[in-house]
């Protein structure tokens, strides 16, 4: 096991994001536990801070977590020692925070166990998922490749990175959110989210698919028998981890 985790994730330069990944992982389930325990007012669990009555939110704590490892991380030279592991830890839960509370920022106003508090959550597993697949080697957009590539292939590789990004792009704009991201990563989830149909009300929906048409009737389908069920499963995902809004849709 030591010469796997020194082969597989110090040497291969690993070892920040690895330990960005756990910690942000933690901290995200610490302050959901954290929070979850403040709304059922148990009373051996400490509470908001709230000094002289005032609510610090928990994003100012993880902006202030990126801070201190941010610059930290910059400061450190050696990317595997232990203050580099250290400060990558802090910027990860310090991150975790903050997303934690993105609807909050985006919006300007406390929605955390509101329906639109649910966006914060959307936000944190969609960060989970793009830094495993960094974690288990894949680049976005194939940039190792690029690094690797004689002169003479070089256009090549640029012309299949902008082909990635095309698709991906056209798959966000179809408002296939996961498909565009890991399409980054993976070319043909990419390609298959581009061709196939937009879901309803998205960009790409209302600039192509005019009212009462074959496709805007097919979308709709394709969304009630398809992406509705999807939803619900990962809205009860999402609830069993971070909870339950206080007035469900």
Known sequence: MGEWFTREIVDAGRLRLLCFFAAFIAAFLFIRFSVRMIRRQARWWPGNVTPGGHHVHHVVFGLVFMCVGGVGGLAVTDDGSGWAAAAAALFGAGMALVLDEFALVLLLKDVYWSEQGRLSVEVVFIAVALCGLVLLGLR????????????????????????????????????KIWTGLLGLFISIIAIV?????????????????????????????????????????????????????????
């Open 140 to 175: 976005p957009l194939g940039v190792d490749d690029i690094g690797g590539e004689d002169s003479g292939a070089l256009w090549q590789v640029a012309l299949a990175v902008l082909a990635n990004l095309a698709f991906s792009t056209v798959a966000l704009l179809k408002g």
């Open 193 to 249: 989210g581009a061709i196939r149909l937009a879901r309803p009300g998205s960009p790409w929906a209302r600039r192509r698919y005019p009212p009462g048409s074959r496709k805007a009737e097919r979308a709709r389908v394709r969304e009630r028998r398809l992406h509705r069920p999807a939803q619900r499963v990962f809205t009860a995902m999402a609830d069993l981890v971070a909870g339950r809004p206080s007035n469900p849709s």
